[in-house]
């Protein structure tokens, strides 16, 4: 089998550790021109972050620039075709999962489909302190919504839960998803995190692990399913090293790959050996047009090598 791969959005999320400068003045167009050559170039998904507010101490780092993951996605499903629609990852802790399912089944619905719903814990103290969530508890939350969200997101009407935390029956929600099964993915590296996406998910987001890492996450979350005796299908992801297709004539960074079509495809392949199933992509550039040039060289050159 061939890799898989998807792209998280630029724009939507400007933290400093991966922010191009020219996104800082970018909007509503430039996600729809790199959305739509994403679609076109045969990207499986388009990821979108999530965080509701950032506090001062933390703003210099992460920037106060993250845009709402489902009006983002939901946006860009109007213009797209193909393409999967991710959220990597829902802070569904945040929310009641009621809420949380009447806005992703709509996406889900108005999107034909299109939606994976990524999951995760959250890391921002004052984010949930603001909400009124339990920032302490956010692990053993996250572990109810998931199951929460399994009802909510299900083929029933009036879904059912009854937990420790949330507990409802007789509400009904439409639209439901127009999917049977909506995947679920749960983000994170820590072991807490892949217990939770081998048990509970039907994939796993890693947080940027770097290479020598993964084969030995990816053999736990197989130990886990195993003895679990979890058979439903399961995805393994991996994020990658910034690429960038051909030879670059600026500087992109020591620990950018780069490179011909069959270079990065030799590279990138190393990841299916490891046993995952998607690669999460982001390329250099300097502007919109850069970037939309090296989806589209990548989806033509590299990816039929994968």
Avoid: N
């Amino acid at each position: 089998m061939s890799l898989t791969y998807g792209i998280q959005l630029p724009v939507q999320s400007q933290s400093t550790i991966y922010a191009e400068p020219w996104e800082a003045a970018a909007g509503p167009e430039d996600l729809l021109a790199v959305a739509r050559a994403a679609d076109r170039a045969g990207f499986a998904y388009l990821a979108c972050c999530d965080h509701v507010a950032i506090p001062r101490r933390l703003a210099s780092a992460m920037s106060t620039v993250w845009y709402d993951p489902v009006a983002t996605l939901a946006f860009l499903a109007a213009a797209t075709e193909r393409t999967r629609l991710l959220s990597h990852v829902a802070v569904v802790g945040l929310r009641h999962p009621l809420l949380t399912a009447k806005q992703y089944a709509t996406l889900d619905q108005l999107s034909g489909g299109r939606l994976i719903l990524g999951v995760g814990a959250g890391h921002v103290r004052e984010e949930f302190e603001v909400l009124g969530a339990d920032f302490e508890r956010r692990g053993a939350v996250l572990d109810e919504s998931i199951d929460a969200l399994r009802a909510a997101l299900g083929p029933d009407e009036f879904p059912e839960h009854h937990g420790k935390l949330y507990d409802f029956e007789g509400l009904g929600q439409r639209p439901r998803p127009a999917q049977d099964r909506v995947p679920l993915w749960v983000g994170g590296s820590s072991p807490a995190a892949l217990r939770r996406a081998a048990l509970k998910g039907d994939g796993w987001l890693p947080q940027g692990d770097p290479r020598d890492r993964l084969p030995a996450q990816v053999a736990r979350i197989r130990e886990l399913r195993e003895r679990a005796e979890a058979s439903w299908p399961f995805t393994v992801g991996a994020v990658t090293e910034p690429l960038y297709v051909g030879a670059p004539r600026w500087d992109v960074g020591r620990r950018t790959l780069t490179g011909g079509p069959q270079e990065l495809a030799a590279s990138l392949r190393a990841y299916r050996a490891m046993g995952v199933d998607q690669i999460q992509v982001r390329f250099r550039s300097r502007d919109r047009t850069e970037l939309t040039d090296q989806i589209t060289a990548f989806g033509a050159e590299v990816a039929p090598q994968l």
